[in-house]
Antibody, heavy 125, light 108 residues
């Protein structure tokens, strides 16, 4: 059984900051081997990939989508099976459900076959 | 950066009918790294197809996909009630992931 559980969403004022967490529970693979992603979905809109943090074995490198580069930071704590998304200078257009997503096996590393339920961030004054 | 488009935006069909969804890429997809996801209301997306045409684990064989270059297709041979949902294509290239805008398959 595998699960991803996001937390930390809520109401934030424009210009504010917030950190989301995603805890992975699994006995099927080692969290430290998994490339972790964040994807968001604005209300009634499509999916938008935000960024990826690779495993330490893959260099631990991080990539971001252009719209959030410089404002969002992804990190991971392999000892806690957790990935974080720190968001700053938040804008109303950042209002969305934020999902963490991951591939469960190496051949799926360019896709997302495991998803959390998401956590809602609302940016509003 | 490759931009994905999807057509039609909405597809209205009846259960039992065949659905054909299209995904177009602004440049040729040379690495075949294209996937399809299904998202039902209120749920997270589910991976259906990866590497253009490989069904993910547990996906029924009524779902099939093909394509190359800039044109890709997802086919649902006979729509079941649970197939009425939004479908997204997704591509990976050069450290970037992109999603198409989605096609909604709704009940006619």
């Amino acid at each position: 059984e595998v699960s991803l559980v996001e937390s930390g969403g809520g109401l934030v004022k424009p210009g504010g900051s917030l950190t989301l967490s995603c805890v992975v529970s699994t006995s099927e693979f080692r969290f430290s081997d998994v490339w972790m992603n964040w994807v968001r979905q604005a209300p009634g809109k499509g999916l938008e990939w935000l960024g990826l943090i690779r495993s330490k074995g893959s260099g631990g490198t991080i990539d971001y989508a252009a719209p959030v580069k410089g404002r969002f930071t992804i990190s991971r704590d392999d000892s806690r099976n957790t990935v974080f998304l720190h968001m700053s200078s938040l804008k109303t257009e950042d209002t969305a459900i934020y999902f963490c997503a991951a591939p469960t096996q190496w051949e799926l590393r360019f896709y997302f076959d495991l998803w959390g339920l998401g956590t809602l961030l609302t940016v509003s004054s | 950066e490759i931009v994905l488009t999807q057509s039609p935006a909405t597809l209205s069909l009846s259960p039992g009918e065949r659905a054909t969804l299209s995904c177009g890429a602004s440049q040729s997809v040379n690495n075949n790294k294209l996937a399809w996801y299904q998202q039902r209301p209120g749920l997270a997306p589910r991976l259906l197809i990866y590497d253009t045409s490989i069904r993910a684990t547990g996906i029924p064989d009524r779902f099939s996909a093909s394509g190359s270059g800039t044109k890709f297709t997802l086919t649902i041979s006979k729509l079941e009630p649970e197939d009425f949902a939004v479908y997204y294509c997704q591509h990976y290239d050069t450290s970037l992931f992109t999603f198409g805008p989605g096609t909604k398959v709704d009940i006619k």
